[in-house]
């Protein structure tokens, strides 16, 4: 086949889903098409926009012979343009099994593992709701001071008035709230006690080189029509509960997809990592509020706590409290960058290492401070396949093996997915 000319349809047939939610196909002249929208086994109709020596991508114009899996989205927004759930033209039974086999491989491709080790390392460990299961939402204003949420590879803002992932205290807000142009409106709830915090970002507070800085205006400038009862900006915070324990978020921290995405979390880590039971030096790596080091290493002698933020470090000194002068049950607490981070001797040998990285992963700085640790036991919480694979390489060049690579779907609708690894150090 030639090179397709840009708005020239091309008929296609795409072999799998990839990282990134996209389907890949082949053209005739063995160059790789990324298909936005189509699933696999379907004959689609594509057109190019973006044409590459050694790839191109392509936007779906029409599916020719649909997937038994393909469904219509159930959501308006979606059908326009929202790029928020870029997956629900999959049935929701499809979904995790397709994360699967990114994640199988993404091992195999990228992270240079055998075919047959992998498929005996890798596993389903379950999906979240796929409706009202996000307790923390991003809005964008739009011109008729709406909100909305941004088209799929662009900045067209697709205007909403609900969403059917978001948690029921969100939606109520979103019928509700009006919001400045280009302002982004973040939100999130308390599934505990239904408390909603706000903080919002105005475009000509955007820092040089992108960098956003959240600032706490008045709501008259940018936006009307919150609850009363809802606690605004950065200083402003919320109680969840999680495994059966209390944590503070506040407003600027990081915190899971929704409550039940932490709990699947928080089980498939304790799964990982039997030894935090018995430990007597855990370190949470990344940590954000502490969620592993309050939940799954609550039984653990000492623990430390790493992580760069500052709201969250005042979170989990906070969620951390009741360790703080305990004679059996210690903690410490480092805030800064996790490649920068020195263990402490006097804390003890390291027992086990719970690491959740962002979406670049640990990389060769992250996976350095592990081998300082010389931890036998290692959980990775990875939520991008690419980085997981990556670091899985990573770490078994320092010489740790991949005992278990457990695959949960807590961000269904969408291409985004959460892996928790299992690392042993191997014998010298």
Same mark, same amino acid.
């Given at each position: ?35 936005? =929208? ?105 011109p008729g001071r709406g909100v909305g949420y941004r088209e799929e590879r662009s900045d067209r803002v697709v205007p909403i008035d609900h969403c059917q992932i978001a948690h029921e205290n969100l939606s109520r807000i979103i019928r509700e709230v009006e919001v400045a142009p280009g302002v982004e409106l973040s939100l999130r709830t308390s599934v505990a006690t239904d408390a909603v915090t706000a903080r919002w970002t105005r475009p000509e507070d955007r820092r040089r080189r992108g960098e956003r800085r959240r600032t706490n205006v008045a709501a008259g400038e940018s936006v009307k029509g919150l609850p009363g009862d809802v606690h605004i900006g950065d200083r402003a915070f919320l109680v969840e509960r999680v495994s059966g324990v ?152 320092? =010489? ?29």
């Amino acid at each position: 086949m030639p090179t397709p000319a840009a708005q020239d349809p091309i008929t296609l047939r795409p072999e799998r889903l990839v990282a990134g939610g996209d389907a890949l196909a082949r053209l005739d002249d063995g160059r790789v098409a990324f298909v936005t =929208g189509a699933l696999p086994d379907e004959e689609v109709e594509v057109v190019v926009d973006v044409d590459r020596s050694d790839f191109v991508r392509a936007a779906l114009t029409e599916v020719v012979d649909p997937s038994p899996d393909r469904v219509v989205p159930t959501c308006p927004f979606r059908r326009d343009g929202c790029g928020g759930c870029g997956w629900m033209h999959l049935a929701p039974h499809a979904q995790l099994d397709a994360k699967i086999e990114i994640v199988t491989e993404s091992l195999r491709r990228i992270g240079r593992f055998d075919a047959s080790e992998v498929a005996r390392l890798v596993r389903s460990g379950g999906a979240v709701d796929p409706y009202g299961y996000r307790t923390s939402i991003r809005l964008v204003g739009t011109p008729g001071r709406g909100v909305g949420y941004r088209e799929e590879r662009s900045d067209r803002v697709v205007p909403i008035d609900h969403c059917q992932i978001a948690h029921e205290n969100l939606s109520r807000i979103i019928r509700e709230v009006e919001v400045a142009p280009g302002v982004e409106l973040s939100l999130r709830t308390s599934v505990a006690t239904d408390a909603v915090t706000a903080r919002w970002t105005r475009p000509e507070d955007r820092r040089r080189r992108g960098e956003r800085r959240r600032t706490n205006v008045a709501a008259g400038e940018s936006v009307k029509g919150l609850p009363g009862d809802v606690h605004i900006g950065d200083r402003a915070f919320l109680v969840e509960r999680v495994s059966g324990v209390d944590l503070r978020v506040s407003a600027p921290s990081f915190f899971q997809s929704g409550v039940d995405a932490a709990e699947m979390l928080v089980d498939a880590v304790e799964r990982a990592a039997p030894e935090l039971v018995g430990a007597g030096h855990a370190v949470d790596a990344y940590a954000g509020v502490g969620l592993f080091a309050a939940t799954a290493m609550r039984h653990a002698r000492h623990v430390t706590v790493v992580e760069s933020s500052r709201s969250s470090c005042f979170d989990a000194k906070e969620n951390l409290r009741h360790r703080s002068g305990s004679g059996d049950r210690s903690v410490a607490i480092a805030r800064t960058d996790v490649a920068r981070w020195e263990p402490d001797s006097a804390n003890g040998a390291v027992d086990v290492v719970v690491a959740d990285p962002g979406r670049p992963g640990l990389a060769k700085p992250g996976t350095g401070a592990i081998e300082r640790t010389a931890a036998p036991v290692v959980v990775l919480v990875s939520c991008d396949p690419v980085s997981l694979a990556r670091d899985a390489r990573l770490l078994t060049e320092i =010489g740790y093996g991949v005992d278990d690579v457990e695959v949960l779907d807590i961000f269904p609708q969408t291409p985004h997915v959460e892996c928790v690894t299992r690392f042993t150090r191997r014998g010298d």
